[in-house]
């Protein structure tokens, strides 16, 4: 038997630009990611028989621990999880190499420290990590612009995942130019504190974007823009203040007309002092930025007794991209 561990973070959107829907109904995007310390884990292991077993651990809002496992043995059923179809990808490729028939059988385990359901890419996170995990389980030798091919394929946020640091994303927020890379110990790495704010509810990405059509675009119009140099400057710079001024997200009227109640989220959150207010993705977390450490920690402590946040969960950013953590042989 063989076992991979791999770890990919989640996302906050430092901007989100929104163009107008294209023929194939999805839209045009301009967004800068930044990834946070917020990590997916996933195990993988080479089992005996056919067929992907999944167990899934995930801390849920209120703290509490949800334990779900599934056996899939032939087709991914409509509801599997990200994770499930990047293994099934990698494990065609293992079937036709040295592996054969051996590579039928695998196990996954994935604990979840992304929040769920939150805007934050966690589903996307398990895919990336494991497909670097499958990648180093079964040898295949797949290059990192290789993996970001098939990432593409899954999910528009699975290359961001790959990716980590802060990253610029164009097309359908999938094509990626790093910008500020942690693992390369010669770069300049910026560090960002957050309060990620938790909602009691899930928000439906295809209703905030059809919401989005319906206004007939960010503020009534469409005006899908490039970053100029001094936003990117701000963006990857040290300076919170200086951050704070450039976040922006398309998305964040059309969830509000959805899930009203985030706005009172958003007003405690200016009042109890965060230095810039931001929608996660398409919602319905809420990203406080903090101008330190501490600030986050008394950001979370006042956010947290607000009616409308489940939990208030301390990051911070730029993380590692999609990496592997150890690999065992029996």
Not at 97 to 113: E, H, M, P, V, Y
Request: charged content about 20%.
């Amino acid at each position: 038997m063989r076992e991979v561990v791999a770890s990919a973070p989640g996302k906050v959107n430092l901007t989100l630009r929104v163009g107008p829907a294209a023929a194939d109904g999805y839209h045009p995007l301009i967004s800068v990611f930044e990834a946070l310390n917020l990590r997916e884990t996933v195990t993988v292991r080479t089992a005996k028989g056919a067929g992907i077993r999944v167990k899934t651990t995930a801390y849920t809002a209120d703290g509490c621990i949800d334990h779900r496992t599934t056996s899939l043995m032939a087709d991914l059923p409509p509801d599997g999880n990200l994770a499930v179809k990047a293994a099934k990808l990698l494990q065609k490729l293992a079937m036709t190499s040295q592996w054969g028939a051996t590579a039928a059988g695998l196990t996954i385990d994935i604990d979840k420290r992304v929040p769920v359901a939150g805007g934050m890419a966690g589903g996307s996170a398990d895919a990336a990590a494991t497909l670097v995990a499958c990648n180093e389980l079964w040898g295949l030798g797949l290059s990192d612009d290789q993996l970001h091919q098939l990432g593409r394929s899954l999910g528009a946020d699975v290359p961001a995942c790959l990716s980590g640091g802060i990253a610029l994303g164009r097309g359908r927020g999938d094509t990626m130019t790093l910008l500020v890379d942690p693992a390369n110990a010669k770069a300049s790495v910026p560090t960002h504190h957050w309060v990620i704010a938790l909602a009691h509810a899930g928000l439906s990405t295809p209703e905030v974007f059809r919401t989005l059509d319906a206004a007939g675009g960010p503020h009534g119009g469409w005006a899908l823009t490039e970053h100029t140099e001094s936003e990117i400057r701000a963006l990857t710079g040290n300076s919170p203040t200086e951050l704070s001024a450039v976040l922006m997200n398309d998305l964040t009227d059309a969830a509000l007309r959805i899930m009203p109640e985030l706005r009172a989220t958003m007003d405690a959150a200016k009042k109890a002092g965060a230095l810039a207010v931001q929608l996660c993705g398409s919602g319905p977390s809420i990203a406080l930025l903090a101008a330190d450490a501490q600030h986050a920690r008394d950001l979370a402590d006042a956010l947290v007794k607000e009616p409308h946040v489940a939990q208030a969960v301390v990051a911070s950013g730029p993380a590692e991209g999609a990496r592997i953590d150890e690999v065992k042989e029996d």
